[in-house]
Every structure is written in structure tokens, then in C-alpha cells.
């Protein structure tokens, strides 16, 4: 994902209008890897989000909304500590690289004023966040310790003198011309988007791809051309920040015109908000789960073995009737049988046009021993069906459940996981931990918000589908969930909404269940009177009555929406 050098400067012009005066209000650690900022500026706030997440490093503001720790971590008390209260000075950019630099002005414990520094590096995986004193020289602390030993050219611990980033020894497009580009690059040697990348500071391989692009097969002068273009577009701030929508997603604030699905945005921040929403908790919660998807799947693998086991059984067992009716026959033929025979054609009284049929026999065995044999071939096959029969209704319950709880997972948010955790626990899928307990909480399923204001919960796993299902809400309240599929449980907190707000729930029903990237999910709705839970049914099942059905296709930006409507 392309946040590259010319996309930090698009982001540091933008902040600079935006938050660049503003007052710092509230410091959160919502994760390890992430620190929000709330600015107030211009009678408005804004949440500065910085993430070092080794996938997702980024800087931008946001209007998602984070869960934060009961206790916050050690890293956000200090940042409260020299930053709370603090006027933004100044936000700046080392040239093209990934490296911004904010200046805060503030008073200590007795009233003297301060000056901090709060140092972004966008580097991937060695990404970081660290406070400065206020001469910029020595490391207060940072996200993301580097000892000595990790690392010798720079160590990033408290205390430590701070070193900037080791340079990278490449042209500027802010500083240089064209023309020096153009003597970096190899012609006879192909490859020309990899060379710009190596020539060129803050180019990433994307947007370096749409620079040859743009040049074609031309010679250097087209080159030339091409690159005095581009440099004119990133000094003078000619961006249109675009996120495009191919196989796979990418964005940019440079046009690029090889890709057409674009979908362009008023702001960098705007953008990348709307890129980034949600793919880092994703990421994090796939993680924290990683122990928890295995096993599920290992189980649905040992249901589907099991179901395909018992269906081949009662595909024998249809045999049962058969070897009855041979049974039957030898009997009422015993006289004509004789010790020695190997078969023995009789008339088939079973069949209406009285035809023969040959039995076959075993030639060691008595006439009677004979019929005996396939007496105890029916029963068994008469008693495997009916076991049978038995195991693969009990495997595709067990089936049906662990695929919803695979579709909680998928879905789930950071503090949904210990709920699922603690369920597979409780269902005998984990062993339970012999260390001390958490607390017990109460389910939090997620709240939305119509558009006309109605409050609408949808549970993210089976502790708070029941709870919200049958605890929160009341007897005349609407009810939703996606047809036969597994999913959230959506509860309308009123017994009189109107269309829209159903249609927007069963937005939300639609979108978190197993089809939520699916076309035209089925939606059922009915009021919560009429939804049961069966005596003994596993978390999360019910059954209901009196519904109506509606025909949902997703809409991710309606969901955020909603979500932001709080």
C-alpha cells in the first residue's frame, strides 16, 4: 500500500491547515501500535491518528471511533504528561522521506513554558513514534523500543541521544532537476520503474509504475518531460487523492491513469480514513483469534468427515429392505435348499408379477444358517440407519454452529474474541485455563444509529446475540437476521420504526453474516416475541415465527455511516 513520501506530504500540507495551532485535549493508546491525538482548533475537534502497525504505518486524521484500554498504557501517560494542554506549533516533513516532525509548545508542572517534539517515522515493520526533549537531542520515549543490541547505528530507548533515520543517498524532487534524474537512469538496462525508485526519494514502486506509464517507450527527453511534470504536480501540491478499486486496492494522490475504478476524495485524510477504516483491527483481531480460527476449522474439517461418513452408511443401509426380503424367501424355501447348495432360485411372491429371483448361499453353511445371514444383515443395517440417522442430524447442528462462530471470528471486533474464547471453552472445543479468571463483563454488542436517530444493536458473537436478543430488548422490538446463514442477531429498538431504519438494520444484518460480501442476501425480520430459543439449543440458535423478508446487497459506506451516526 502506497503511503509513500509524496502521500506524507499531501497529509503534512493538509494537517497544517487543519490542526497546526490547535490545543492538545485528550491523549489515547487504543493499541501497541496506535496513539490518538484529540486537537481542538478552530472550534472544532479532530483525532490525529498515529499507527507504527507493521502493515498499516500511517499517519492521518480520523473519524473512526477506538476502544480504549481500562488502564491506558505507560507510553500514553507520559504523552499526557508532556503534551496535555500543549499548543501545536508546527508540523514539517524531512523533504520527501517518511519522517514528519511536530512541534509542540507547553508549561511543565510549575508553570514554565516548554517545547516538545513528537517524531513520526513511517518505515513499515521499524515504523515508530518518539518524543523529543526540547532541544531534539536526547529520546524522553518512544512506541517502540530498539536497544543497542538490535540496532548500532541508532538506539531508540529513554534517554538515548536521537539520531535521525540513516539517509538514503537519493535525488529530491523538491530540490533537483529533471535532468539529474535522467543521468541516474539506465535505458539499456530496462526496468525504468525500479530505477526511479532507486533514484528518486519518497517514490514508491506504484506510483513510480505510473511515471513510465505516462512515458511510454519514449526516450529520455520524453523521461524528461514526464518527470518535470510529475515534480511540478508534487511541489505545487496538484493532488487528487483517488483510492481505486481494482483487484486489488490501492490509492494515491497522484492520478494514476493506468487504473480506472477510481473512487476520488476531497481530502488525503478523507482518503485515508476511508482506505484504512477498520483493515488494521482486522489484522490485529486475525491475530489475537489465530489460535481460535485454527481450531474451528480443524473441527468443521472433523464434522464434514463425519457427515460425509454417515450419509455413506445410510446410502448401505437402503439395502436393509433387501437382504429382509432374501431372508424371507430362503425361509419360506428351506425344503428346497440343500447342505452343499451355493444358490437357489425361488419365485419372488414380493413382486407382483411373480418372478424369480436367484439367492445366493453359502455352501457351508445349514439352509437355516443360510437365512440367518441375511436376518443379521438387516438388522444391522437396520440399527447403523437409525445411528445413523442420529449422528448426522447431531453433526450438522455441530456443523451449523461452528460455521457461525468462524463467521463471529471473521467479523469480530478486538473485545468480541475472549467472549468466543470463553464460549469454546465453555462448549468443550478448548481446555480451560487453570490461571485466574477475568471478571466476568457484560456482553457489549455494537450500537448503531438509524438515520432518523433510532438506536439499533447488532451482537458480534453468541454471548451478546443472546443477551441482546433475549435481555435487552423488548417483546414488540424488531428482530432481524440473514436467512439461513450464519450471522449477527440485530435488534431494532422500537416497536414502530419506519422503513428506512428496517432497511438500514437489515443493512447491518446483511453485512455481518457469512454472505456480507455477497449480492442480495435475504434478510428475515420479525418482533422479538416471536423468537425462541430451543430447551438445550447451543448459544446463539433460535427459532422464529411470523417473519417478513427483505432482499439486502451491503453497503460498506452505509455501515460506516451508521457507525458514525452516534
Same mark, same amino acid.
Given at each position: 500500500?502506497?503511503?509513500?513520501?509524496?502521500v506524507?506530504?499531501?497529509?503534512?500540507? &493538509?494537517?497544517?491547515?487543519?490542526i497546526?495551532g490547535g490545543?492538545?485535549?485528550k491523549i489515547?493508546?487504543?493499541?501497541?501500535?496506535?496513539?490518538?491525538?484529540?486537537?481542538r482548533?478552530?472550534?472544532k475537534?479532530y483525532?490525529?491518528?498515529?499507527s507504527i502497525?507493521?502493515?498499516y504505518a500511517?499517519?492521518?486524521? !480520523?473519524?473512526?471511533?477506538?476502544?480504549?484500554p481500562d488502564?491506558?498504557p505507560?507510553f500514553?501517560?507520559l504523552?499526557?504528561?508532556h503534551? +496535555?494542554?500543549?499548543?501545536?506549533?508546527?508540523?514539517?516533513? !524531512?523533504?520527501l522521506?517518511?519522517?514528519?516532525?511536530?512541534?509542540f509548545?507547553g508549561?511543565d508542572?510549575? =508553570?514554565?513554558?516548554?517545547?516538545?517534539t513528537?517524531?513520526i517515522?513511517?518505515?513499515?515493520r521499524?515504523?515508530?513514534v518518539?518524543?523529543l526533549?526540547e532541544?531534539k537531542s536526547?529520546?524522553?520515549?518512544c512506541?517502540?523500543h530498539?536497544?543497542?543490541?538490535?540496532?548500532r547505528?541508532?538506539?531508540?530507548?529513554?534517554? @538515548?541521544?536521537y539520531?535521525e533515520?540513516?539517509?538514503?543517498?537519493?535525488?529530491?524532487?523538491?530540490?533537483?532537476?529533471?535532468?539529474?534524474f535522467?543521468?541516474?537512469?539506465?535505458?539499456?538496462q =530496462?526496468?525504468?520503474?525500479?530505477?526511479?525508485?532507486q533514484?528518486?526519494s519518497g517514490?514508491?514502486?506504484?506510483? @513510480?509504475k505510473?511515471?513510465?506509464?505516462?512515458?511510454?517507450l519514449?526516450?529520455?527527453k520524453?523521461y524528461e518531460?514526464e518527470? $518535470?511534470?510529475?515534480?511540478?504536480?508534487v #511541489?505545487q501540491?496538484?493532488?487528487?487523492?483517488t483510492?481505486?478499486?481494482?483487484?486489488?486496492?490501492d490509492f494515491?494522490?497522484?492520478p494514476?491513469s493506468?487504473?480506472?475504478?477510481?473512487?476520488?476524495?476531497? +481530502?488525503?485524510n478523507?482518503m485515508?480514513?476511508?482506505?484504512?477504516s477498520? %483493515?488494521?483491527?482486522?489484522?490485529?483481531? $486475525?491475530?489475537?483469534?489465530?489460535?481460535?480460527?485454527?481450531?474451528v476449522?480443524?473441527e468443521l474439517? $472433523?464434522n464434514?468427515? #463425519?457427515?460425509?461418513?454417515?450419509e #455413506?452408511?445410510?446410502?448401505?443401509s437402503k439395502?436393509?429392505?433387501?437382504?429382509?426380503?432374501l431372508g424371507?424367501l430362503?425361509?419360506?424355501?428351506?425344503?428346497a435348499?440343500k447342505?452343499?447348495d &451355493?444358490?437357489i !432360485?425361488?419365485?419372488?411372491?414380493y413382486?407382483?408379477?411373480? +418372478? &424369480?429371483?436367484?439367492?445366493t448361499?453359502?455352501?457351508d453353511?445349514?439352509p437355516?444358517?443360510?437365512?440367518?445371514?441375511?436376518f443379521?444383515?438387516?438388522?444391522?443395517?437396520?440399527?447403523s440407519q @437409525?445411528?445413523a440417522?442420529?449422528?448426522l442430524? %447431531?453433526? %450438522?447442528?455441530?456443523?451449523?454452529?461452528?460455521?457461525q462462530i468462524?463467521?463471529q471470528i471473521e467479523?469480530?471486533?478486538d473485545?468480541?474474541?475472549e467472549?468466543i474464547?470463553?464460549?469454546l471453552?465453555e462448549?468443550g472445543?478448548?481446555?480451560?485455563q487453570?490461571?485466574?479468571?477475568?471478571k466476568r463483563?457484560k456482553?457489549?454488542?455494537?450500537?448503531?444509529?438509524?438515520?432518523?436517530?433510532?438506536?439499533?444493536?447488532v451482537?458480534?458473537?453468541?454471548?451478546q446475540?443472546?443477551y441482546?436478543?433475549?435481555?435487552?430488548a423488548?417483546?414488540?422490538?424488531?428482530?432481524l437476521?440473514?436467512l439461513?446463514?450464519?450471522?449477527s442477531?440485530v435488534v431494532?429498538?422500537?416497536n414502530?420504526p419506519?422503513?428506512?431504519?428496517?432497511?438500514?438494520?437489515?443493512?447491518?444484518a @446483511?453485512y455481518?453474516s %457469512?454472505?456480507?460480501q455477497?449480492?442480495?442476501v435475504?434478510?428475515?425480520?420479525?418482533?422479538?416475541?416471536?423468537?425462541? $430459543?430451543p430447551?438445550?439449543?447451543k448459544?446463539?440458535?433460535v427459532?422464529?415465527?411470523?417473519?417478513k423478508?427483505? +432482499?439486502?446487497?451491503?453497503?460498506p459506506?452505509?455501515i460506516q455511516?451508521?457507525r458514525?451516526?452516534k
Amino acid at each position: 500500500m502506497p503511503f509513500d513520501g509524496i502521500v506524507t506530504r499531501a497529509v503534512t500540507n &493538509e494537517l497544517q491547515h487543519d490542526i497546526v495551532g490547535g490545543r492538545i485535549n485528550k491523549i489515547y493508546q487504543p493499541t501497541k501500535t496506535e496513539v490518538v491525538l484529540t486537537v481542538r482548533n478552530n472550534r472544532k475537534n479532530y483525532s490525529l491518528l498515529l499507527s507504527i502497525h507493521p502493515s498499516y504505518a500511517r499517519f492521518h486524521l !480520523t473519524k473512526d471511533t477506538y476502544r480504549n484500554p481500562d488502564e491506558p498504557p505507560m507510553f500514553c501517560m507520559l504523552l499526557r504528561k508532556h503534551l +496535555s494542554g500543549a499548543i501545536i506549533e508546527d508540523i514539517t516533513q !524531512t523533504d520527501l522521506e517518511r519522517v514528519v516532525t511536530i512541534d509542540f509548545r507547553g508549561v511543565d508542572e510549575i =508553570g514554565v513554558h516548554v517545547n516538545k517534539t513528537l517524531v513520526i517515522e513511517i518505515m513499515g515493520r521499524h515504523s515508530n513514534v518518539i518524543l523529543l526533549n526540547e532541544d531534539k537531542s536526547t529520546i524522553i520515549n518512544c512506541l517502540k523500543h530498539v536497544p543497542p543490541f538490535q540496532n548500532r547505528y541508532r538506539s531508540l530507548v529513554p534517554g @538515548a541521544p536521537y539520531i535521525e533515520p540513516p539517509p538514503q543517498d537519493k535525488l529530491s524532487l523538491l530540490t533537483d532537476d529533471s535532468e539529474s534524474f535522467i543521468k541516474k537512469l539506465d535505458f539499456n538496462q =530496462g526496468k525504468m520503474d525500479r530505477q526511479i525508485v532507486q533514484a528518486a526519494s519518497g517514490v514508491s514502486p506504484f506510483i @513510480a509504475k505510473e511515471i513510465v506509464h505516462r512515458a511510454g517507450l519514449g526516450s529520455a527527453k520524453v523521461y524528461e518531460k514526464e518527470l $518535470k511534470q510529475f515534480q511540478s504536480e508534487v #511541489k505545487q501540491y496538484d493532488f487528487q487523492p483517488t483510492i481505486y478499486r481494482e483487484e486489488k486496492e490501492d490509492f494515491h494522490v497522484i492520478p494514476i491513469s493506468y487504473l480506472t475504478n477510481g473512487e476520488a476524495y476531497s +481530502s488525503t485524510n478523507e482518503m485515508l480514513d476511508g482506505f484504512y477504516s477498520n %483493515k488494521a483491527e482486522r489484522d490485529r483481531v $486475525k491475530q489475537q483469534a489465530k489460535d481460535l480460527d485454527r481450531i474451528v476449522k480443524n473441527e468443521l474439517s $472433523k464434522n464434514e468427515r #463425519k457427515i460425509n461418513i454417515h450419509e #455413506k452408511t445410510l446410502s448401505k443401509s437402503k439395502q436393509a429392505a433387501k437382504y429382509q426380503k432374501l431372508g424371507e424367501l430362503l425361509t419360506a424355501n428351506l425344503h428346497a435348499v440343500k447342505r452343499g447348495d &451355493e444358490s437357489i !432360485t425361488v419365485v419372488d411372491y414380493y413382486d407382483p408379477e411373480q +418372478s &424369480e429371483i436367484t439367492i445366493t448361499l453359502q455352501s457351508d453353511k445349514t439352509p437355516s444358517e443360510n437365512a440367518q445371514r441375511y436376518f443379521t444383515r438387516y438388522r444391522k443395517l437396520e440399527a447403523s440407519q @437409525a445411528n445413523a440417522k442420529r449422528e448426522l442430524r %447431531k453433526a %450438522k447442528l455441530e456443523l451449523n454452529y461452528l460455521e457461525q462462530i468462524a463467521q463471529q471470528i471473521e467479523t469480530g471486533r478486538d473485545e468480541d474474541i475472549e467472549d468466543i474464547r470463553e464460549e469454546l471453552q465453555e462448549q468443550g472445543y478448548i481446555r480451560k485455563q487453570t490461571k485466574k479468571r477475568r471478571k466476568r463483563k457484560k456482553p457489549t454488542p455494537e450500537q448503531f444509529t438509524a438515520s432518523d436517530g433510532t438506536i439499533i444493536y447488532v451482537g458480534h458473537n453468541n454471548k451478546q446475540n443472546d443477551y441482546v436478543t433475549h435481555r435487552m430488548a423488548h417483546r414488540n422490538d424488531i428482530w432481524l437476521h440473514a436467512l439461513d446463514i450464519p450471522g449477527s442477531h440485530v435488534v431494532i429498538k422500537s416497536n414502530n420504526p419506519s422503513e428506512e431504519t428496517i432497511y438500514e438494520a437489515a443493512q447491518l444484518a @446483511a453485512y455481518f453474516s %457469512k454472505a456480507g460480501q455477497s449480492a442480495s442476501v435475504p434478510v428475515d425480520y420479525t418482533e422479538v416475541r416471536h423468537v425462541k $430459543k430451543p430447551s438445550g439449543a447451543k448459544p446463539g440458535f433460535v427459532i422464529y415465527t411470523d417473519q417478513k423478508n427483505l +432482499s439486502i446487497t451491503p453497503d460498506p459506506a452505509l455501515i460506516q455511516q451508521l457507525r458514525k451516526n452516534k
